[in-house]
Nanobody, 120 residues
Framework: QVKLVESGGGLVQAGGSLRVSCAAS????????MGWFRQAPGKEREFVAA????????NYADSVKGRFTISRENAKNTVYLQMNSLKPEDTAVYYC?????????????WGQGTQVTVSS
């Protein structure tokens, strides 16, 4: 497993932008596929975006395609989620997760989450 710490959440107006970051430690960062998930009040946690070790394989939820961009800097052990054109429905706690290279379908490590609030 790897330790994950998110940062960068906050309050932003609709239409604005925000970038959240996730710093990893404990194991070689490049070994992991990284992802972002979110959970709104009263709703289940949902997938937002994922990126493989090289950045050559990226996936997005349909609800964020064209607005959010996931990226990673392996030298800094950090993954980012750039969020543009934010909507009130993007309000949620955003979680970073890691899946090991030998089992990329299993998100085995999770951060504590960072709150993103989009006001209308």
């Amino acid at each position: 497993q790897v330790k994950l710490v998110e940062s960068g959440g906050g309050l932003v107006q609709a239409g604005g932008s925000l970038r959240v970051s996730c710093a990893a430690s404990g194991r070689p960062f490049s070994y992991f596929r990284m992802g972002w998930f979110r959970q709104a009040p009263g709703k289940e946690r949902e997938f937002v975006a994922a990126i493989n070790w090289s950045g050559g394989n990226i996936n997005y939820a349909d609800s964020v395609k064209g607005r959010f961009t996931i990226s990673r800097e392996n030298a800094k052990n950090t993954v980012y989620l750039q969020m543009n054109s934010l909507k009130p429905e993007d309000t949620a706690v955003y979680y970073c997760a890691a899946a090991p290279a030998n089992n990329m379908g299993v998100w085995s490590s999770w951060g504590q989450g960072t709150q993103v609030t989009v006001s209308s």
